[in-house]
């Protein structure tokens, strides 16, 4: 660890050399704190270690102006987020029951993707794509889970999750279509639509003796879906490509 962080300092921290003995450098602290923990047997949560690598990379992720960083200080953020809330639900827990991770990681993933593009607007190294598209894909992906999760059990649901999906696909709309657009992110966005679709169909129809019939339909309805997103998404592809 101390190797790497002297040759972050000694390469600096606009090189990408320098960059990347920052990222060992936080990737080996995690390592350090699992062979601590593991060694001494402090007796500690695992979730513990994960947000005490969390708070002690921090000041390096502040410092490094480096997307890479920030991408790794929001994974490890995020499993000491699941891993607190399975030891210590509290009020989370009363208020969403077996939700309670889901929504946590979605509010989580999706603060991070909204402070990340604006902040991309002032400054410059926020503004590779492929991180923007990480976070997106966090949050598409937990809200999608929380809207199947409302299909298939809806007594358990809070019933938040099927409004909450539909706000988010509008903001992903209007954020990524109308105002910047990004292929990836609405690429993300039509599967995700295919899937809770095919999820309502196939709670409501696949039953009883007409489940075969339930399925069929299943299926064209994600054929259909597919071919006509797909030929949405090759028309935004061919604006794109047009002078």
Known sequence: VLVAVLGYGRLGADTAAGKACLLVASILLGALLALFGQTYQTGADTWELFANW?????PWVLMGRFAGLWMLWTAVA???IVLYFQVFPGLFGVLFGTERVLWLLFGFNTLALLTWEIAATRLDWLRER???CLLAT????TVTMLAVHAIFDWRA???????AYGIWLAAVYRQYRVRQRDLFVLSGACL???VVIASLLGNNLVR???AALGYLMTAAAVIVLGVVLGRWLQQLAREDTTP
């Open 54 to 58: 969390a708070a002690l990379m921090a």
């Open 78 to 80: 995020n499993v000491a």
């Open 130 to 132: 492929w991180a923007a």
């Open 138 to 141: 966090a949050s598409g992906i």
């Open 157 to 163: 649901s809070s019933g938040l999750a099927l409004p």
């Open 192 to 194: 995700s639509i295919i």
């Open 208 to 210: 009883g003796r007409g």
